[in-house]
């Protein structure tokens, strides 16, 4: 992220550079060559991140799942606890 927004900050520089004709005006290429560069470096950039989003949403997913087995594995152990007190006969009052 940083990455696309430094890019985008030199685009940006080179834009007022121009635009204050620090620049002559024969180096138009020259700005249209960065900024072509640059655009294309931060497509790149913007590309690897949407596909890396999916990929945590299916950690969060995987995790959410996980925490679920985990809160059940606890009720089971008290209920498996409590049947085996109950069907013990030290506990069996009759």
Request: aromatic content about 10%.
């Amino acid at each position: 992220m940083t990455e696309i927004k430094k890019n985008r900050e030199r685009i940006d520089n080179a834009e007022t550079l121009m635009l204050d004709k620090q620049m002559k005006q024969m180096d138009m290429g020259q700005y249209r060559s960065i900024k072509n560069k640059y655009e294309t470096k931060i497509r790149k950039l913007e590309d690897e991140l949407k596909a890396g989003s999916p990929k945590t949403a299916d950690y969060k997913q995987y995790l959410d799942f996980g925490f679920n087995i985990l809160q059940n594995v606890v009720r089971v152990y008290v209920f498996r606890q409590y049947a085996s007190q109950k069907s013990n006969p030290v506990f069996d009052v009759r």
